[in-house]
């Protein structure tokens, strides 16, 4: 089975210069806890509920004016529709991630792969949970991540290469997305 037979085709995205709040609203509304950061058709980065609350929100910022280029991850770890589900299954595992982007010609976004559509759609029960607990184990108190700031002048968002993005847990439905959401709301009343 190749990741083209599991992966979700409609994929809501988010350009570089959208605001933090535009995000949390998107992954509410489509409830999920990623969106591919796409500019001119490629995918330059991923931002994740995690990267909205444990990052941004914990550090104080404006969420309404701030982009999310200056918060995604820009160098996600993707997958490709060719693959089998296996590489895909691997590559969430020795991450520690729990959602692959998928990319063909270049980076041009094709849809995205994740534990649950793997799941969902996989003859391979037992790999697939094994999968999920690789990507489920946590370092105990890691250290907390500094935020990626660009340079001034810098593009918002660099393009992809395979390197972790940081995203050490599960989708957690579009929880911290509402909480997020919410408080961009009371923000910018």
Do not use: C
Not at 43 to 53: A, K
Not at 145 to 152: E, K, S
Request: zero cysteines; aromatic letters at 2%.
């Amino acid at each position: 089975m190749k990741v083209r037979d599991v992966m979700v085709r409609k994929v809501v995205t988010i350009e570089p210069s959208a605001s933090l709040a535009e995000a949390a609203q998107r992954m509410r509304e489509a409830n999920v806890g990623v969106l591919p950061v796409v500019d001119e058709g490629e995918v330059r980065g991923v931002i994740t509920d995690r990267d909205l609350v444990v990052r941004a929100v914990a550090e104080g910022v404006n969420v309404t004016s701030t982009a999310v280029g200056d918060y995604a991850t820009t160098e996600p770890i993707v997958a490709h529709p060719d693959w089998p589900v296996d590489r895909a299954m691997e590559a969430m595992a020795r991450a520690q991630i729990g959602r692959l982007p998928v990319v063909a010609n270049g980076y041009t976004l094709a849809g995205i792969v994740t534990l649950g559509s793997l799941a969902l759609r996989s003859k391979k029960d037992k790999e697939t949970l094994k999968a999920a607990k690789e990507v489920s184990r946590r370092s105990v108190k890691a250290p907390p991540r500094a935020p990626r700031r660009r340079r001034p002048g810098a593009p918002a968002a660099a393009g992809p290469s395979a390197r972790a993005n940081g995203t050490r847990a599960l989708t957690r439905g579009s929880r911290f997305a509402k909480a997020f959401a919410s408080l961009g709301s009371s923000l910018s009343s």
